[in-house]
């Protein structure tokens, strides 16, 4: 089991930006990494991952709500996977999760994903 502690979280103005960072315990380099974020009374949805070619590229895939705005990116020598956001906005506002599994290709599904971070809370205020 992969253990993974997400960090960077905080309180922003509409506009700004912030960055996530999550930290792996184990050799990750081979899954897919994402991140979530799960607003009060809402589901947990799905925001950016990243995922293994089999090489040494990684692919990128974000939710349509973030795409031009975030950017994830990840660092196997330190095991730690980032989420540079930007242009952030009120409807940004939840606590964001990282999490990690093999096998998993594209997935934007979060029962897919069997690691999972404490979270940490993104407020962004207008």
């Known amino acids: 089991q992969v253990q993974l502690v997400e960090s960077g979280g905080g309180l922003v103005q509409a506009g700004g930006s912030l960055r996530l960072s999550c930290a792996a315990s184990?050799?990750?380099?081979?899954?897919?990494m994402g991140w979530f974020r799960q607003a009060p009374g809402k589901d947990r949805e799905f925001v950016a991952g990243?995922?293994?070619?089999?090489?040494?590229?990684?692919?990128?895939y974000y939710a349509d709500s973030v795409k031009g705005r975030f950017t994830i990116s990840r660092d196997n020598a330190k095991n730690t996977v980032y989420l540079q956001m930007n242009s952030l906005k009120p409807e940004d506002t939840a606590v964001y999760y990282c999490?990690?599994?093999?096998?998993?290709?594209?997935?934007?599904?979060?029962?897919?994903?069997?690691?999972w971070g404490q979270g940490t809370q993104v407020t962004v205020s207008s």
């Open positions: 184990g050799r990750t380099f081979s899954y897919t």
């Open positions: 990243t995922r293994w070619s089999g090489t040494t590229t990684y692919y990128a």
């Open positions: 999490a990690a599994q093999g096998g998993v290709g594209y997935s934007k599904t979060p029962t897919d994903f069997g690691s």
